[in-house]
T-cell receptor, first 112, second 112 residues
Framework: NAGVTQTPKFRVLKTGQSMTLLCAQD?????MYWYRQDPGMGLRLIHY???????AKGEVPDGYNVSRLKKQNFLLGLESAAPSQTSVYFC???????????FGPGTRLTVT | GQSLEQPSEVTAVEGAIVQINCTYQ??????LSWYQQHDGGAPTFLSY????GLEETGRFSSFLSRSDSYGYLLLQELQMKDSASYFC?????????????FGTGTKLQVIP
């Protein structure tokens, strides 16, 4: 089992460009999450999904969109990247109880 | 709203015991999780407490006092590889929705 995988691992964008981050999990988890991690700020929830076809906003959703067309995949989109979106992005998945989340290896995104 | 407080940094000697505290303020509290994250890596789940008391998993133990809104992670027989950041995370329910909120993390440095 691969667990949770994320692509790409690194990316540099110019301000205004768009991109999509892909997360995939092979544990048949219902719940999936996107977090961003900035120095000294811990993990902040961007969007999450409690099942295929459903998404909801987290703590810091502005500037991001998500889709969960298949149970195993959760996509995070940046329509018009800004330098403030420079961060490390983690995807995670869990069963319904959510207290034990499995994280992917992260994507380091730099917006110049 | 919700808030979690953890010390930002802790230093301890190899072979010793260290305690990392977490205090929280939240409504609809269900439980407290702990995660470990090495530099450049992904967070990994360590433990979860839903009830008062101590849970032991090898060298790591986690404690919860719901009446004091307080928990801690105890690491015994410290090893150099325990140098990492440790996050507490509160699981709560509000308006029928489950929520997990992470603290800002405690960076543990183990010195020889």
């Amino acid at each position: 089992n691969a667990g949770v995988t994320q692509t790409p691992k690194f990316r540099v964008l110019k301000t205004g460009q768009s991109m999509t981050l892909l997360c995939a999990q092979d544990m048949n988890h219902e719940y999936m999450y996107w977090y961003r991690q900035d120095p000294g700020m811990g993990l902040r929830l961007i969007h999450y999904s409690v099942g295929e076809g459903t998404t909801a906003k987290g703590e810091v959703p502005d500037g991001y969109n998500v889709s969960r067309l298949k149970k195993q995949n959760f996509l995070l989109g940046l329509e018009s990247a800004a330098p403030s979106q420079t961060s490390v992005y983690f995807c995670a998945s869990s069963y319904e109880k959510a207290y034990e989340q499995y994280f992917g290896p992260g994507t380091r995104l730099t917006v110049t | 709203g919700q808030s979690l407080e953890q010390p930002s940094e802790v230093t301890a000697v190899e072979g010793a015991i260290v305690q990392i505290n977490c205090t929280y303020q939240t409504s609809g509290f269900y439980g407290l999780s702990w995660y470990q994250q090495h530099d450049g890596g992904a967070p990994t789940f360590l433990s979860y407490n839903a009830l008062d008391g101590l849970e032991e998993t090898g060298r790591f133990s986690s404690f919860l006092s719901r009446s004091d809104s307080y928990g801690y992670l105890l690491l015994q027989e410290l090893q150099m590889k325990d140098s990492a950041s440790y996050f507490c995370a509160v699981r709560s329910y509000s308006g029928g929705y489950q929520k997990v909120t992470f603290g800002t993390g405690t960076k543990l440095q183990v010195i020889p």
